[in-house]
């Protein structure tokens, strides 16, 4: 294996090129990897185009000729079902010159045609037509293939739709490895088996690193302090939660800042695995109030069994499950998908899919769409502070002095999860940031 190099040196280095190697050690990454359109670049070569990335979740394409336009790092894509129900993944670039073929984020089709001279293709990505095709030899048409190419490999978990640019590498199964667990425990949730998507999307955009916002995902380090107004004693916002009764203190009375004391937020666990993969898990976010919408108990105790239904909702382990390098999923309460697509490397585009539960009272379905609405919409009370927070650590990196950035707690004190390579830390500590940039390194090393 090659050692990758970093031309020309970046931001924060004065002197020579950069090594893969020298950007990330254990408890560090320099600050280059959020800022520096060089490594953005190789990002998009050897993270994007190697990684699996979410496409959709097959809810959203339920009939053939549904489609939603997605994209693998910079590369445009198509995800439609076809006249078989097979679900394609499709480059979005007509084979003649090049134009995208479908402009839209969703719909239904028969035909994508290509705005530019007209080419047209089925919805399983065949050629179906060339407006003025004499102009051509038929040895040309029969020799080239004009179809819309198809990305090299799609798997579906259980409804959630991914795509890997690249041959090789692991099964979907084997790169998501503890966070199938995660998807288990969302369709668990539901009485019939099923979640769907049909709520709409949240899509905006910050001035920051796409990684930032995976981070986040993971990071209980931040609520007391980037979302004071929402979570100080006081704050009404977990009332807000579907059929609640009653609110509980997200804060305890400690002070945040006691020296030895463990947040409050370390009742739950940070795990970080191989392949980048990471979750959290919050006691107290995934024992909701979904038991108290009588029908709902009744209808996951019909499904399940008493004791097994009470343990899903009180005992799951794990409310946010971060798929790397482009999903995160939220797995109880306000259930979603958001997706995380790099534009650069100083801007991010960010989208949001309620996820709803088949077969539960319409008030439960209002209340997780309401919930998303406040807590991860573009003007909810909890997102916004990230975002802003997010801009203001692209900001804050321009500065050349220090050089790293700090991914130090819980460094060394980790203990063994189940999977391969997992570990796991109190929900503070930046053990999954760390499971990150362990694979980060590794893909972007390898120069094959
Ligand atoms: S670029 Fe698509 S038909 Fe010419
Ligand atoms: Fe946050």
Known sequence: MQQAVVRPPTHNSADADLAIDDLVRDDRVRADVYTDAHLFDLEMERVFNRAWIFMAHESQVPNAGDFVTSAIGRQPVIVVRDAKGAIN???????????????????????????????NFRIDGELSGIPFRSAYDDEFLQSEDLSLARVARVENYRGFVFACASHDGPSLVDYIGPLKDGIDNLLDRSPSGEVFVSAGVHRYRYKGNWKMQLENGLDEYHPPFSHASTVRPGGQQLQRAYAAKTGY?????????????????????????????????IPDATRRSELE???????????????????IIE?????????????????????????????????????????????????????????????VSVSSFVQTDDLEIFE?????????????????????????????????????????????????????????
């Open 89 to 119: 993944v499709l480059y979005n670039r007509c084979p003649h010159r090049g134009a995208i073929v479908c402009r839209e984020s969703e719909g239904n089709t028969h035909r994508f045609a290509c705005p530019y001279h007209g080419w």
């Open 315 to 375: 005992n799951s382990n794990m409310s946010n499950a971060v798929f790397y390098p482009s999903l995160i999923v939220r797995v109880s309460g306000n259930m979603h998908i958001r997706v995380v697509r790099p534009i650069s490397v100083g801007e991010t585009e960010v989208l949001v899919w309620p996820m709803q539960v088949k077969g539960v009272p319409e008030q439960v379905n209002k209340g997780i769409v309401r919930y998303a609405n406040v807590h």
């Open 293 to 311: 919408v009588p029908e709902y108990r009744q209808g996951l105790i019909d499904r399940h069994g008493e004791q097994r239904a009470l343990e």
């Open 392 to 448: 203001r650590v692209y900001e804050g990196l321009q500065a050349r002095q220090p050089q790293w950035v700090m991914l130090a707690r819980g460094v060394g004190r980790e203990w063994d999860g189940p999977y391969p390579d997992e570990k796991v830390g109190y929900a503070t500590w930046e053990t999954g940031m760390r499971a990150q940039f362990r694979y980060w390194k590794q893909l972007m090393s390898e120069n094959t």
């Open 249 to 281: 203190k997200v804060l305890s009375d400690k002070d945040p800042n006691e020296a030895d004391a463990k947040s409050h937020y370390d009742h739950g666990e940070v795990h970080g695995a191989r392949y980048g993969q990471a979750y959290l898990t």
